[in-house]
């Protein structure tokens, strides 16, 4: 007995004669603003003494950190990160000399206001051996971008197929097998990661940074693969 279009046979993971498969890939390339961006601040120490360097390195994370609570309303994450103290030895020197300890501490805080970053960075670079890195542009990963590029990428897949089945002169029938193969992922347009790095102090006069957000370039990926009704070769 030949299977029908309408047979659950129509749909097996075989192609036959009878019923035909057709395998498609479906992509969407999307651009869009990003929605928060990150910020690195290194705060560092040096002196002679481990003691005062440790103190001084202090005294300046809890400025550093001060400063960026009082934009509490638009920093949305504040995290500190790796603490290091470490002693640099005198060179060409017998036995262990120490000639000074460097300290460092670094943070990260991710913005959504992009005004607000501008300002805050500029009063970041304005603090004593305080380095900042950044921005880094990115997405929530709740984004409605994410949502919008996966459907266009199935809205693709379905319109290749049927244009692929209509050459043929026929239709198709069922649809068998979705794979995301490519996982939306989101990078920069010009895919490369633009850095900047300030490092105080600046005059006190020094007006707030205007930093251009930089559009994110969402990718995403799909393979369908369908049953047709026979076509007449």
Do not use: C
Not at 34 to 43: G, S, Y
Not at 126 to 150: F, H, I, K, N
């Amino acid at each position: 007995m030949t299977p029908t279009p309408d047979d659950p046979r129509a749909t097996s993971a075989h192609a036959t004669p009878e019923t035909p498969h057709l395998t498609v890939r479906g992509e969407a390339h999307l651009e869009t603003a990003p929605e928060t961006a990150r910020i690195d601040i290194t705060v560092s120490a040096r002196g002679t003494n481990r003691h005062d360097t440790l103190a001084d390195l202090t005294r300046r994370n809890t400025t550093t950190l001060d400063l960026i609570k009082t934009y509490a309303d638009t920093v949305e994450h504040l995290e500190t990160g790796t603490l290091t103290i470490s002693p640099e030895l005198t060179k060409h020197s017998r036995g262990e000399r120490i000639r000074a300890y460097h300290g460092h501490i670094h943070l990260t805080a991710e913005l959504a206001d992009f005004t607000a970053l501008g300002e805050l960075t500029t009063r970041l670079a304005d603090l004593e051996l305080t380095r900042v890195d950044g921005p880094t542009w990115t997405l929530r990963p709740t984004s409605p971008a994410y949502r919008q590029a996966r459907r266009q990428a199935v809205h693709d897949a379905v319109q290749r197929a049927r244009e692929y089945a209509e050459a043929l002169g026929t239709t198709l029938t069922a649809l068998i097998e979705l794979t995301d193969t490519d996982p939306t992922r989101p990078y920069p347009a010009d895919r490369t990661l633009r850095t900047m790095t300030y490092a105080g102090a600046t005059p006190d006069d020094t007006a707030p940074l205007d930093l251009e957000p930089q559009r994110q370039h969402i990718h995403a990926e799909v393979t369908a693969r369908f049953t047709m009704a026979p076509p007449n070769l």
